[in-house]
Nanobody, 114 residues
Framework: VLLVESGGGLVQPGGSLRLSCAVS????????MGWHRQAPGKQRELVAS???????NYADSVKGRFTISRDNAKNTVYLQINNLKHEDTAVYYC?????????WGQGTQVTVSS
């Protein structure tokens, strides 16, 4: 399994980003996926997940601002992030949930700064 995240960048507070994660392999459509993030000096945390049928779930800290979606035909999971805050600064990773599969990707850096 190969996970490739993209879409991060430097944005001002209140801005938006759309992250993408392309997943190799045939197991994508039969598994739930999640977006995690790791801020400097902190543990990696799960912020959003989506079932194989498309039912989302969010951490309280991101509810109302993050939207997770998936395209099973493209083996891709997305994370739309709106109204970015300084505390959203982190490296964002995707992986299967609840049990990660394979090596983690390189992640995509999101930096929120004015």
């Amino acid at each position: 399994v190969l996970l490739v995240e993209s879409g991060g960048g430097l944005v001002q507070p209140g801005g938006s980003l759309r992250l993408s994660c392309a997943v190799s392999g045939s197991i994508f459509s039969i598994n739930a996926m999640g977006w995690h993030r790791q801020a400097p000096g902190k543990q990696r945390e799960l912020v959003a997940s989506i079932s194989r049928g498309g039912i989302p779930n969010y951490a309280d800290s991101v509810k109302g601002r993050f939207t997770i979606s998936r395209d099973n035909a493209k083996n891709t999971v997305y994370l739309q992030i709106n109204n970015l805050k300084h505390e959203d600064t982190a490296v964002y990773y995707c992986n299967f949930v609840p049990v990660p599969i394979g090596p983690w990707g390189q992640g995509t850096q999101v930096t929120v700064s004015s």
